[in-house]
Nanobody, 118 residues
Framework: VQLQASGGGLVQAGDSLRLTCAAS????????MAWFRQAPGKEREFVGR????????HYADSVKGRFTISKDSAKNLMYLQMNSLKPEDTAIYYC????????????WGQGTLVTVSS
């Protein structure tokens, strides 16, 4: 599966932004799609995930209530709606996918930069 993230940019604290992840290739084998982020000088961290067929979601505590993951299966698109953005949300955001619930994320997009100014 090939993934491409887009939609990043420079926003102010409190603003909203929506990221998009476009999937292509063997998308029918995808079980989970997820968003990760990596802030400058920090380890990559999990943001949230969505079950590709059922649509159930799970979020990191740091974004719960502010971020929402959704999908358009017909278009092979996944979205990350980010509201009430904080400067600490500044990071490169990556989308990823895996074939099983417990497996590793094997396919990764190139990342899109989100910068939140205070």
């Amino acid at each position: 599966v090939q993934l491409q993230a887009s939609g990043g940019g420079l926003v102010q604290a409190g603003d909203s932004l929506r990221l998009t992840c476009a999937a292509s290739g063997r998308t029918f084998t995808t079980y989970i799609m997820a968003w990760f982020r990596q802030a400058p000088g920090k380890e990559r961290e999990f943001v949230g995930r969505i079950q590709w067929r059922g649509g159930s979601t799970h979020y990191a505590d740091s974004v719960k209530g502010r971020f929402t993951i959704s999908k358009d299966s017909a278009k092979n698109l996944m979205y990350l709606q980010m509201n009430s953005l904080k400067p600490e949300d500044t990071a490169i955001y990556y989308c990823a996918s895996k074939l099983t619930l417990l497996g590793d994320y094997k396919d990764w997009g190139q990342g899109t930069l989100v910068t939140v100014s205070s």
